[in-house]
């Protein structure tokens, strides 16, 4: 019996998609392409917005609250430091324009004043705050309030810093010389002083010489006056110091007996040179008001570099902080400038 023969079966035809079908195919396609450009988007705008958020951070932000320097209880900021050299520069130093930097000696002085000037018993009243804000407007003090308020508002005008910031800076400047004033009591009456004659000049030879006349017995001032040095022989009095407060320009007097002269040396204030000559010398002499705030002075420096050395630490002042400061600084200036030509112009 033959074996039958398989049925061979034709192929189905596969079908063709339809067109709705290709539509709806190319529409989740781009869908799909859509969704991805917005996701791509989204991360670009994170990142430009995270990178803006970054540099007001890096740049406007944290700068001014950067620390500068801890005294004490209290940590001074760059901004504390910005506001404080705006002042320096523009009514008192004007390295502070260029350095702000300067003015970190001041910051930590004055914040050591207020933290420790009430262990000597000493504090600024609010009665003492205006008489002395008047006596800087230049207000008589018969003056009537609203008068005053007037030219105190004209006064700042002229300043780049707010006027609470300008009272503090007068508080601890009335702090600062109450101190001074406390230490003059403990002077005592009288003791060492030396009654000192200086000149100065540019030309060491003419000194030299100088020196050698007065060696030989001519007097100081009449020689001073003889070579041109000075105009008048009043010129040459430096007046009575303490001997332990004698300005460096001229401590080489300090072992000098009466009628003794110095050998000429550099004066590192002038850049030139200086020859002085102890008058005379007295052991007991009674303080005049001056030597009275030589002493002082001496006593207060010694007291507040002891109190700074306790409770400063070492001053931080880099990068970004110091960028920040430096134009606050600069544009403050400029401002002052600006307004004090209104004012000239009006």
């Not at 002229?158 to 609470?164: A, G, K, M, V």
């Amino acid at each position: 019996m033959a074996t039958p023969r398989p049925t061979r079966v034709a192929p189905s035809a596969t079908p063709r998609p339809s067109r709705a079908a290709e539509r709806r195919a190319r529409q989740v396609g781009e869908a799909r392409a859509q969704r991805r450009i917005y996701l791509i988007a989204g991360a670009v705008g994170i990142l430009v917005a995270a990178t803006v958020i970054a540099g007001l951070l890096l740049t406007v932000v944290l700068p001014p609250r950067a620390a500068v320097v801890t005294v004490g209880s209290k940590t001074l900021r760059a901004s504390d430091l910005a506001e404080r050299a705006k002042f320096a520069a523009v009514a008192e130093s004007g390295v502070a324009a260029s350095n702000p930097a300067t003015v970190i000696p001041t910051l930590i002085r004055e914040e050591t004043l207020r933290q420790r000037a009430g262990e000597l018993g000493v504090s600024v009243s609010d009665e003492d705050l205006t008489r002395e804000v008047r006596r800087r407007v230049g207000s008589p003090e018969d003056q009537s309030e609203t008068d005053f308020r007037a030219a105190y508002d004209r006064f700042m005008e002229r300043l780049p810093i707010s006027r609470d910031t300008f009272e503090e800076i007068v508080r601890v400047s009335l702090l600062r010389t109450k101190v001074v004033d406390a230490f003059k009591a403990q002077a005592g009456e009288k003791g060492p002083q030396l009654h000192l004659l200086a000149v100065g000049t540019q030309d060491r030879a003419k000194l030299d010489e100088m020196k050698a006349a007065v060696a030989s017995g001519k007097d100081f001032k009449e020689e001073a006056v003889a070579r041109g040095l000075v105009k008048e022989a009043g010129q040459t009095d430096l007046q009575w110091f303490d001997p332990q407060s004698l300005p460096a320009r001229v401590a080489v007097a300090k072992d000098l007996q009466a009628r003794q002269t110095s050998d000429v040396f550099m004066d590192d204030q002038t850049g030139g040179y200086i020859l002085v000559q102890v008058a005379e010398r007295s052991e007991d002499r009674p303080y005049d008001d001056a030597v009275k705030a030589q002493i002082a002075n001496r006593l207060f420096d010694g007291w507040i570099k002891a109190q700074e050395e306790a409770l400063a630490g070492e001053p931080s002042f880099t990068g970004s902080a110091k960028s920040w400061v430096g134009r606050q600084v600069k544009d403050a200036v400029a401002e002052a400038s600006r307004r004090a030509q209104q004012q000239a112009s009006r």
